[in-house]
């Protein structure tokens, strides 16, 4: 693997398989006596949140704590950013403190990438969200929820066909998804007006339906995404009751799925517009375990990253000084 994590074009299929598979030998710990690991002992990750986030930043944070790594967590809001400080001399102050990884999260596209292109800091960087370019980690995480729930035996995704429904325009997500998911052999439709498919799209290697109801019946996975108010400044479709309509997953669409299928949202949802309570909460949605799967993929990515060797397969987790560095 690179040094960085800025995108899922930085992973070849091997390395996709190894973090996932890494992945499901760290999820272990969560059923072990001792949730800890000694493997980050004396690291330090910084997390650098440019960004409001729930989920992402703790994930990292319990990630990063399982492998006995030291933690900061670093807000834009109430540091010297807010003040006018600039990325480079933030993250030059982050190189002096010993940062060995800062996982920034950054409203525009491309910050992460001029953290470790400029070479401000000799830690790796690893990408939490930038802009609507891409939200790699998401997607490791959605890809092991898939593999696990509906390809257990095999490595990659061959296959599964997955409909990604809603705000693509917007979507860093969406971005990420269609890259992994893709070079794990998964069939994608984007499914969204044509106001929220970016330009382009005709380029991406998908197909596209502009009707939730087309697809649904034949979807494995249907993977609903957020509406992004706060990136919107104009219109983008009549009303939230025609989007939810004609976009939304309801308990009627509910009932057309097939047995097996998933239902995904990266979160936070927007209950009532693009996805109802009741879907959900069913038993075909995998929403809450997502959050859980993502500890694990983060934990992996900073173990591959920081750890410098991959996990082997039935190592014994439960033992500090089998897997320990």
């Known amino acids: 693997m690179k040094r960085h994590l800025l995108s899922i074009n930085d992973l070849t299929y091997d390395d996709a398989v190894l973090i996932l598979d890494t992945a499901a030998e760290l999820a272990k710990i969560s059923d072990a006596p001792v949730k800890k690991l000694p493997t980050l002992r004396g690291r330090t990750v910084v997390n650098l949140f440019f960004e409001d986030s729930t989920r992402t930043r703790i994930s990292f944070e319990a990630a990063a704590k399982r492998l006995s790594a030291d933690v900061i967590n670093f807000s834009a809001k109430g540091s010297s950013l807010s003040k006018g400080e600039s990325l480079k001399d933030t993250a030059l102050t982050l190189q002096a403190m010993g940062a060995d990884a800062v996982i920034i999260r950054h409203n525009a596209s491309g910050a992460p990438a001029r953290l470790a292109d400029q070479q401000w800091m000799t830690g790796s960087v690893i990408n939490a969200g930038d802009g609507t370019h891409e939200h790699p980690t998401q997607a490791l995480l959605d890809a092991f929820t898939i593999r696990k729930h509906l390809r257990p035996e095999n490595k990659d995704l061959t296959g599964v066909k997955v409909s990604i429904v809603g705000d693509v325009l917007h979507s860093r997500v969406a971005r990420s998804n269609v890259l992994l998911l893709g070079k794990l052999g998964a069939e994608i439709t984007l499914v969204a007006p044509p106001t929220l498919l970016p330009v382009g799209v005709e380029k991406w290697p998908v197909k596209i339906a502009f009707g939730l109801d087309a697809v649904i019946a034949d979807s494995d996975v249907v993977m609903m995404l957020r509406i992004q108010r706060e990136r919107m400044a104009e219109l983008f479709f009549p009303s939230e009751r025609e989007y939810s309509r004609q976009f939304g997953l309801n308990s009627d669409r509910l009932r057309k799925i097939k047995p097996t299928a998933l239902v995904m949202h990266p979160g936070p949802m927007n209950r009532g517009l693009e996805i109802s309570a009741d879907s959900a909460d069913s038993l075909q ?27 082997a397969a039935g190592a014994n987790v439960e033992s500090n000084e089998k897997v320990g560095m």
């Not at 949605?285 to 996990?311: C, K």
């Open 285 to 311: 949605s995998v929403i809450v375990e997502q959050v859980t799967n993502g500890v694990s993929v983060r934990m992996a990515v900073l173990y591959l990253l920081l750890g410098g060797a991959p996990l």
